[in-house]
């Protein structure tokens, strides 16, 4: 009588008697071993079809193109395009080169990047017109949310919890993204002096932001707010993120003034600070300045890259409402072109908004608010006026409607 044949991995080739598990198929057998080894293999495939793909969508363009590509959307800012240009494209082609099999490859560290500027001056347009152009998951997060763990208000982690809804739930995709952390200056040291109070939202959160800002496995919640132990969280590895900070540091000009006053001591050191534009003091601004407002050293030196933007003048408020691609005067032609209304501006209205935007100290975000109060009766009766075919608003227009609107009782400082 023969021996009743042992049932081998069709894989692999061993018996039943050497593997833990074997499992049967239609016409084959396959050992736990043989899955665990086909289970790498699947992962790594994977990985590697995300990373092409990946490589594949993002668009990288030379500092040049960046440039002027962002010109299109933003107005002025020359040296803080420049400076962002040259970050993001050596931060996206540090993620694009190809492992070398030498020893003696060199790392290339990430670039991050602090923006300082008044208010409305253009920080987040900047950095969300260069994610648009890249092709890569873009959030804009507020630091004066983000509190310490166990207080009241949002943890850090919270921050990557919106680029990954931005990329879909795309982990390797949001792995590549780009963070825009607005109001970094909320988050300054209140004081040097200890105190019985807590810096909740001060201190704290810049040493919370160090993981973050440097490159490290962070466990994140997936519909944000505070981690608790029953939720289930997303690893996310901030490797490869560049994070964009930007705030208006307001109260820093004296300091910047202090610290340029003091290197000029000594002979002819008047004709040296005489040189000094003190109407924009911000194009001085060092990551010193920075440490005397509140920063914590540890955070500054995570953002080797510092740039500034320019105060708004009269001029350039001129060009923001005609010149880029999404000017207000274009987009409000284009609202009542779709009503077949060819609207049109005397050249003297278009002065009267930008004098109103100076006046009220309301910046390029203030344009759009001066815009609405003069158009809002115009868009709201015109609907209904269909044998209204054309419109040209004139400085008599303006000026009624604009007197008018709730806008007009703000007191000027």
Known sequence: MSEKKEIKCSFCGRGKSEVNVLIAGVTGHICDSCISQAESIIKEEL??????????????????????????????????KRVLSVAVYNHYKRLLQKPSSTHDEVEIEKSNIVLVGETGTGKTLLAKTIARMLNVPFCIADATILTEAGYVGEDVESILTRLLQAADYDVSKAERGIVFVDEIDKIARKSDNASITRDVSGEGVQQALLKLLEGSDVNVPPQGGRKHPEQKLIQINTRNILFICGGAFDGIQPLIERRVKTTTIGYSSSQESALFDRDNMLQYVSPADLKSYGLIPELIGRFPVLSYLNPLDRDTLRRIITEPKNALIKQYVKLFDMDGVKLSFDKDVLDFIVDRAIEYKLGARGLRSICEAILTDLMFELPSQSELKEFNVTLQYAEEKFNKSKLSQLKVA
């Open 47 to 80: 990985a590697q079809n995300a990373q092409h793909e990946i490589e594949s969508s993002l668009v990288l363009q030379k500092p040049e193109e960046i440039k002027a590509y962002v010109d299109n959307y933003v107005i002025g800012q020359d040296e803080a």
